[in-house]
């Protein structure tokens, strides 16, 4: 059994965007109010973080999150990865350092904005991390299995995963054949959907809807939400059977 937590369900720049008097940004409805995107999932053992959005210290306290195992990266936009320097309370509390798991141009993108946490004579206090390459190969962290599943973000490589049961991919605007057959057979997906307008390197929400048809998955969920998606319910209640919207803080078991 694996629990899911959404932690933040937001585009690059968070809703409600900064300075925006639109209906989405002003509304007082909880699930329009998103944090930058990224998922807990945990095992009765394992704790795994996929990605340390800018909000990552306040996505951990308000889940009381107090223990996790690993991260795993998708990309490295800032947005994906840019709060990794607040695993160093992991670090202390454990008196252990963090595995990191990513692909190569991800962990060049951490070493160069956390060079710090990589120099041989550093202070205390700083980031402790071990650096695990992702490839094509699956992997387990404690007892979660993952499987790697490659994806386009325009000319940007990005990396999903399908674990066990349930396939989560983000900042996708392309997934290739032989990916998409990683895919088939999960029975929960999550999914970007970034607006109803078309974009350059996201899905927009009838692009991502065709996906979810493709695949025939019993239950799909969009994330990774400007505010120009809409309102939450309303764009909900627009949707076919065993769709719907991710939130900040919806959790789920498979």
Known sequence: MLDITILGSGTSTGVPLIGCNCEVCTSTNTKNKRLRTSIKISSPTTTVVIDTTPDFRYQMLRTHTTKIDA?????????????????????????????????????????????????????????????????????????????????????????????GDFTYITDANFI??????????????????????????????????EVAAALDIPQVYFTHFSHQIGLHDEVEASLPKGIQLAYDGMQFSI
């Not at 290739?176 to 078309?198: C, D, H, W, Y």
């Open 71 to 163: 991260v795993v990266f998708t990309h490295p936009h800032r947005d994906h990865y840019a709060g990794l320097d607040d695993i160093r309370p992991f670090n202390y509390f454990s008196q252990k350092s963090m595995a990191i798991y990513a692909n190569e141009i991800t962990q060049v993108a951490i070493k160069r904005d956390f060079y710090y946490a990589f120099e041989n004579d550093k202070e205390d206090g700083l980031p402790e991390m071990i650096l695990h390459t992702i490839n094509k190969d699956a992997f387990t962290i404690g007892n979660i299995p993952f499987i790697p599943i490659h994806v386009m973000h325009r000319d940007m490589p990005v990396l999903g995963f399908r674990i």
């Open 176 to 209: 290739p054949e032989t990916e998409m057959e990683k895919i088939k057979g999960s029975k929960v997906f999550i999914l970007n959907a970034l607006r109803k307008q078309t974009h350059p390197t996201h899905y927009n929400l009838e692009q991502a809807l």
